[in-house]
């Protein structure tokens, strides 16, 4: 059977498009569980901020258990694929890191309200830039809303911006990963 060539360059086209979904796919299935981690975190932190907690400690603890859970999640999401840690992760977060403790040494926030916009800002470039790398558009497009409604929240309900970012957020970023584990 002799193949002509626009069936070689449909088939090559087919393959192409084939691995871009089996990436986004890919980055999906691995990103759901902390979206929902990270939604329950936010959901708790903004809600106590909005009931006047002494947030600083309780955002300390949050983060931290936020990143254990993140780490045992993606630990037991690799289990049975033969992969090892990935030191590019520990590194990307000291390096992001290193990025905010710079950014707060030269531009300190000058309310709560400014710390409270600027961490979901900076997780909806790192959402749109894994979808960018993906080719997930639905990780881009969570990136992009999170920063949106994050934005509109700042400016437009700062009177109320902690409850709005506890329900907008902590549910926006739950109902994101179940809207990616669906895919």
Known sequence: MTVTKQEAEDALRDIART?????????????WP??????????IGYGAMALSVNWAPLWAVLTLSGCAASFAAGYLMSRGRNKSFD??????????FAFVSAVFAIL??????QYGAFFPILVALYYALIGIWSRGWRMLALGALLAALTLYGFFHQAAHFESYMAAVGG????LGGLWLRSA
């Not at 691995?19 to 990103?31: F, I, N, P």
């Not at 030191?87 to 992001?96: D, K, M, N, V, Y």
């Not at 300190?108 to 309200?113: I, T, Y």
């Open 34 to 43: 902390h979206l929902i981690i990270w939604g329950v975190v936010w959901g």
């Open 108 to 113: 300190p926030p000058l309310s709560g309200a």
């Open 171 to 174: 549910a926006g970023l739950i």
């Open 19 to 31: 691995e871009r979904r089996t990436v986004s796919l890919k980055s999906y299935q691995m990103s």
């Open 87 to 96: 030191a590019r992760f520990l590194w990307t977060f000291l390096a992001i």
